[in-house]
C-alpha cells in the first residue's frame, strides 16, 4: 500500500471513528422512538455509502422480524419493506439473530440463507449487503441492515464499523422502548387517576359537598365538567337538596372564582323589585329613589350570577332576562344608558322546567338559554349510604356552632334516618339534628329519646327484624296476612306515603295497592 494510500485510509478511519463518537451519544441522547430510528438509518446510510439501510426488529410475540424503519433509493421500496414481516428463521437476517454474529455478503445469489421473496415483493435488487445483530443481554433486539455498496462490495472495515455501531444503537432503541413504555404506562395511570377522580370527584374537588352514592358520583361529574365551561347551567331538585352549594361549588373551582358570585332567590322577591334588583335603576327612576343603584347583573359582572327558583320569575322580568342573556348587554331603570356585563349565569329550579314551559308558566325561548348544561340533584332519600355521612357533618358543624361537644348518633337513629324519606331532604335533616343537639346530654349520644315526634311515630311504625316471625302460633293464612300488612305498610312509608310510586315498587296496580290498604284497615300516610 503507498503512503498516500495509507495516510487516506488512516483518514476514514478517524473520520468514521469521530462520527461513530458522535452517532453513539446521539442514538443515547434520543429518548422518541419514532424520531429514533430515521436518524440511525439516515447516518449510516451516509457513512457507509450505501442504496438502502434498514432496522428489522424481532416481535417477540409473534417471533417474527418487522421493519420499522427503512431508507432505500428506489421509490416505493420504503412503503412495501415496512408492511412486510417474515418469521425469524427466514432470511440472512433471520440467520444474524440466530447466530448473533455480524456478517457480510458480497453476492448474495451465493448465499444459501438469502431470501429472494423480500426483493420480489419490493422490486428491490439485492446485490450485497452487511447485517449486525442488535444484542441486548442474553438477547436480540434485531439487527441493521446495509444493501449494495455504491462503489461496489462492501470491505470488512465496513463490517467493523458496522459491528461497532450496533451496540450504541440496540442500546439506543432499547432505552426509547423502556421510556415509550414508561410513557404508555404514565399514560395509562394518569387516564385511571382521571377515572378514580372523576368518580370521587368529592374527595378533591369538591369537599364542601358530601356524598359517596352513585346517584351524587353522576352529579360530582357533571360538576366538574360544568366548572371548566362557562356555559349556563340549570340546577333541578326538590327544596333543600342543596342546589344554591352546587352553584358555589361550580363557581369556587371556575375560571371565575377570583370575582364574585352574587345569589338571587326569585321566589321570595316580590315582582315589583325584582327588576330593579337584578338591572339597577338610575336617581329619580321612581318614587324614593333618591340615589342610584347598580343591580345584581353589575355586581356579577366577570363572576357568577345564581338565580334560585327562577321558575317562579314574571313572564315579563324573563323576557328582560332572555335579552341580557342572549346581547350581554341592560339599562337600568330610569337610564337610557347600554351597559355590558360578562356573566356566568347559574339558575336553579325545585319545579320541573320542562313541564313549566308546557304549563304556558315559563317562556320556551328562555328555557332553552338556561338548560344549556343541566344537572338534577337527587332527593336524600334516592341517596343510599349518604344520609349517616351528612348526618355525621351536620353533626359537627352544630356541635362547633354550639360549643356543645356530642359523643354521635346512636345506630337505631341511623337506622331511622336511613328509611325515612326525608321529604325537606338535607335541610329538614339538619333542622332534626339542631332539634336533637339541644336535647342531648353534654357529651352524649344523639338518642331515639332526642328525635322529633315525627321521627319517632315514624320509627315506631317501621317492621322490627323478626316481627312476623313473632307470630309463632297460628296458620300459615294468618303468618302470610301479617307479612303482607308488614311489608305493604314499609313500601308506602318508603315512598314518602306515594302510593303511585309503591304501586310501581311492588309491581301491582296503584287500584290494587288501594284495595290491600282498605282490607289490612292500613292509613296510607301523607307525604310529610
Known amino acids: 500500500m503507498s503512503s498516500d494510500r495509507a495516510r487516506g485510509a488512516v483518514q476514514s478511519d478517524t473520520d468514521r471513528l469521530a462520527v461513530l463518537l458522535e452517532l453513539s451519544r446521539g442514538f443515547v441522547a434520543q429518548s422518541d422512538f419514532d424520531e429514533l430510528l430515521p436518524l ?20 417477540e410475540t409473534r417471533d417474527e422480524l418487522y421493519f ?20 425469524v428463521s427466514q432470511g440472512i437476517a433471520g440467520r444474524v439473530v440466530q447466530t448473533r454474529q455480524a456478517v457480510r455478503v458480497d453476492d448474495v445469489a451465493q448465499n444459501e440463507f438469502f431470501n429472494p421473496g423480500v426483493d420480489q415483493r419490493t422490486g428491490e435488487s439485492t446485490r450485497n449487503l452487511m447485517c449486525a445483530p442488535l444484542r441486548r443481554g442474553d ?29 450504541s444503537v440496540a442500546l439506543a432503541v432499547e432505552n426509547a422502548r423502556l421510556v415509550g413504555d414508561l410513557r404508555d404506562t404514565t399514560a395509562r395511570l394518569a387516564s385511571e387517576i382521571s377515572g378514580l377522580r372523576r368518580e370521587r370527584v368529592h374527595a378533591d374537588s369538591f369537599p364542601e359537598i358530601i356524598g359517596r352514592s352513585p346517584a351524587m358520583e353522576q352529579v360530582f ?30 363557581h369556587t373551582h371556575g375560571d371565575r372564582r377570583e370575582a364574585p358570585l352574587v345569589a338571587l332567590n326569585c321566589g321570595a322577591m316580590p315582582a315589583a323589585l325584582l327588576e330593579s334588583e337584578l338591572f339597577g335603576f338610575a336617581r329619580g ?42 346581547e350581554g348587554e341592560f339599562r337600568r331603570l330610569g337610564e337610557t344608558r347600554v351597559r355590558k356585563v360578562d356573566v356566568r349565569l347559574i ?8 313541564e313549566e314551559v308546557r304549563e304556558k308558566r315559563f317562556r320556551e325561548d328562555l328555557y332553552y338559554r338556561l338548560n344549556v348544561f343541566p344537572i338534577v340533584v337527587p332527593p336524600l332519600r334516592d ?29 337505631e337513629v ?85 302510593a303511585t310510586k309503591a304501586a310501581k315498587e311492588l309491581g301491582i296496580s296503584r287500584q290494587m295497592l288501594q284495595k290491600k290498604i282498605k282490607d289490612w284497615s292500613l292509613r296510607e300516610p301523607r307525604p310529610q
Open 40 to 59: 440511525v438509518i439516515r447516518h449510516t446510510k451516509e457513512v457507509l455509502n450505501c442504496e438502502g439501510c434498514s432496522l428489522l426488529l424481532v416481535d
Open 68 to 87: 420499522p424503519v427503512t431508507s432505500s433509493a428506489q421509490a416505493g421500496v420504503d412503503r412495501s419493506l415496512q408492511t412486510l414481516r417474515f418469521p
Open 139 to 167: 438477547g436480540v433486539l434485531g439487527v441493521i441492515e446495509v444493501i449494495n455498496g455504491i462503489e461496489g462490495a462492501f470491505e470488512e472495515t465496513d463490517l467493523e464499523f458496522l459491528e461497532a455501531l450496533a451496540p
Open 221 to 250: 361529574a357533571l360538576m366538574e365538567s360544568a366548572a371548566e365551561s362557562a356555559i349556563p347551567v340549570q340546577i333541578q331538585g326538590e327544596t333543600g337538596v342543596g342546589k344554591e352549594l352546587v352553584a358555589r361549588a361550580i
Open 285 to 326: 327612576a321612581f318614587t324614593g329613589a333618591d340615589r342610584e343603584k347598580q343591580g345584581l347583573f353589575e355586581a356579577a359582572d366577570h363572576g357568577t350570577l345564581f338565580l334560585d327558583e327562577i321558575n317562579a320569575m314574571p313572564l315579563d322580568q324573563q323576557a328582560k332576562l332572555l335579552r341580557v342573556i342572549q
Open 347 to 354: 339558575s336553579a329550579s325545585n319545579a320541573d322546567l320542562a
Open 383 to 411: 341517596r343510599s349510604g349518604d344520609i349517616s355521612l351528612i348526618a355525621g357533618a351536620i353533626l359537627k358543624r352544630i356541635s362547633e356552632r354550639t360549643k356543645k361537644k356530642v359523643g354521635g348518633i346512636e345506630a
Open 414 to 498: 341511623l337506622e331511622t334516618f336511613d328509611r325515612y324519606s326525608w321529604p325537606g331532604n338535607v335541610r329538614e335533616l339538619e333542622n332534626e339534628l339542631e332539634r336533637a343537639v339541644a336535647l342531648a346530654s353534654a357529651g352524649g349520644w344523639i338518642s331515639r329519646d332526642c328525635l322529633s315526634p315525627r321521627l319517632v311515630e315514624f320509627s315506631d311504625r317501621q317492621p322490627k327484624q323478626g316481627s312476623v316471625m313473632g307470630h309463632r302460633r297460628g296458620s300459615l293464612r294468618e303468618a302470610r296476612k301479617n307479612f303482607e300488612r308488614e311489608f305493604l305498610s314499609s313500601v308506602l312509608e318508603l315512598n314518602g306515603g306515594n
